[in-house]
């Protein structure tokens, strides 16, 4: 959203504007001005707001078309959407633990080595935070005599670097293997007219790594799946509203900051009346928190693939993923990994051993959606 202002110095800090600053904010933060902007990478489409209302409204009975249903009216009736650790891999058995083993490596520390038990109960421990599995692990065997106290930091943050590094050159090598079965279900679902869609914009993988698990599965699959990214939830209907950049251009940094806090005020009731239109649930904080981003991503992903969220079923690997799921209605069937063979997953319509025939597959999935 872009809101642009014009004046001179006196006018835009005088009490007259900024008492019709405030009004026009608000008026702006509830979409009442003649025109709004959205951003895409490759242009901007101004809406004038009777079009905005109708895009809000629409959202929900029938979301956004994109290149998966451009040359149909009707929107699917069923979409797939794939998160990336544990579903399209056992990332944290194949990647992140292999990963972490190089990196030790490279930096000549011989004495650590991951076992899966090993890694498996650091993981538990630091809730998956890679930064404190280290502290937890150098505390228990001691931290190497050569690194002075005030530098742990900073050769933590080394060490996930160079395992990020290890873990990409994994996946792109096709050393990191797929899931079993899941190029059969692929096929399934795509052999139904069923949209598939890979929600890579939250995973703590990184995008290069679920880029290169999909391209295991071959062009033929690929080129008929969807990949939602940063950028595409950044150019989303919801992206741009809830995650956008806010006002710029015509008027001094100071007033720009004043503008976006009166925004920012707006925003949490702005959204709830956009919550209830879209019939959703949205909870605005002035930062950008893990769930918001996830939840951001999921809406996304609904809109791209053109298919109402209820209609979506997200197969996620963690707890990520239903939590957030169940926030906006949209059902999730959590595929148990390595990692969380044991876990409960109270939010999720069910949890199910792989893919395949008495666990993930296409009619299976379709009876939780009733």
Known sequence: MELVLAGSAAQLHSPVFNSKLKSLVRDFS??????????????????????????????????????????????SKLAILLEVEGVLADV?????RRGFNLAFQEFNLECANWSEPVYADLLRHAGGAEETMLRVFFDRIGWPSSLPSNEKGSFIHNIIKAKQRALEKLAASGDLPLRPGLIDFVDEVLEAKVPVVVVAAY???????ARSLIAQLGPERTNNITVVGEAEVGNSAYGQFVLGAGVSGGIDEQLSIEVSKAVAAEKQQVAEEVANMLAVSVNIDTSITESKNTI?????????????????ILLAGSQTGPLSASRIGMPCVVVRSSTTARAEFPMAKAALEGFGFGAVTLSNLQKYLQ
């Open 30 to 75: 509830r979409s009442r001005l003649h025109s709004l902007k959205f951003r895409s990478r490759h242009r901007s489409i101004d809406y004038s707001f009777h079009n905005f209302h109708k895009r809000l409204t629409l959202m929900r009975a029938k979301p956004l078309q994109s290149s998966l249903s451009s040359n149909s009216e009707e929107t």
């Open 92 to 96: 944290h058995k194949f990647g992140h």
């Open 203 to 209: 995973s703590k993988s990184g995008e290069h790594v």
């Open 296 to 312: 951001a991503s999921l809406r996304a992903a609904s809109e791209i693939a053109a298919v109402d969220m209820d209609r979506c």
